[in-house]
């Protein structure tokens, strides 16, 4: 890929929290974790942005709470409650300060999920700083993983193009489709260097996003409903390695 023939722009800005973050920020709050969860149960780590979060919906109908919910039902497998570490209008660099303040450097678990690279993209970020800052997260996130590149699983960037939200506000809707492309383009050849697995939920993002059941209610952000669906890219895959 010839990054330089990529300009972006410096897209504009809308966060009523946040200049820079993605739009609206209402309600990032922490996922319910159980702290009397037995050890003998699999460990889950979500690294991620408002899309790991859940911007707009409850905790459960975010996907990491919807994903240990699903395996804990339909395998005999037994999950501990997820373990957290996003915020809406996070960057790579932004996450990585997050997991710093979490003091978790030494820990593993059993699964860990990446989802960033939105807020880069959407600030009009370097493409090139983000391939440098994307590959040693992910080296991170292996790590979290007890070294193992198996238990890794990379979300692909949702399309946020197609929303009503970028609709309404005038945006370049090809443009941030050709830019979603490059990011991603980034993300899945550092998985495959690395040995990760790389789900895409773009593609599928483009076909539904439109729909008003699939948003919540700022017309930007997945629903619950979305969500379900991204749980079940994530269960196949899980299923095939525990």
Not at 59 to 70: F, V
Not at 150 to 168: E, M, Q, R
Request: some cysteine; aromatic content about 8%.
């Amino acid at each position: 890929m010839k990054l330089s023939l990529l300009t972006f722009a410096i897209l504009g800005i809308f966060s009523c929290k946040s200049s820079n973050n993605m739009l609206p920020d209402d309600s990032d709050k922490p996922m319910t974790e159980n702290p009397t969860d037995n050890s003998d149960r699999l460990s889950y780590l979500a690294l991620g942005d408002s899309y790991t979060i859940g911007e707009g919906v409850s905790d459960a109908g975010r996907y990491p709470s919807q994903l240990i919910a699903k395996l804990n039902s339909d395998t005999d497998k037994e999950w501990a409650a997820p373990k957290v570490i996003a915020r809406t209008g996070w960057t790579v660099d932004e996450l990585e300060k997050g997991i710093t303040a979490e003091n978790i450097e030494g820990n593993t678990y059993d699964l860990v999920t990446l989802s960033i690279g939105v807020n880069n993209q959407y600030r009009g970020l370097p493409i090139e700083k983000f391939a440098e800052e994307f590959e040693v997260m992910l080296l991170k996130a292996i790590s979290f993983a007890a070294v193992n590149e198996k238990h890794v699983v990379v979300l692909s960037i949702p399309d946020w193009g197609v929303t009503p939200f970028a609709a309404k506000s005038g945006r370049d809707q090809s443009k941030i489709a050709q830019e979603i492309d490059a990011y991603n383009s980034i993300k899945a050849e550092i998985c495959e260097k690395n040995g990760v697995t790389y789900i895409d939920i773009t593609e599928q993002y483009r076909a539904l996003g439109r729909q008003e059941e699939m948003l919540a209610a700022d017309g930007l952000h997945p629903s619950a409903k979305m969500y379900s669906l991204w749980t079940e890219k994530l269960v196949e895959h899980i299923v095939s390695i525990y």
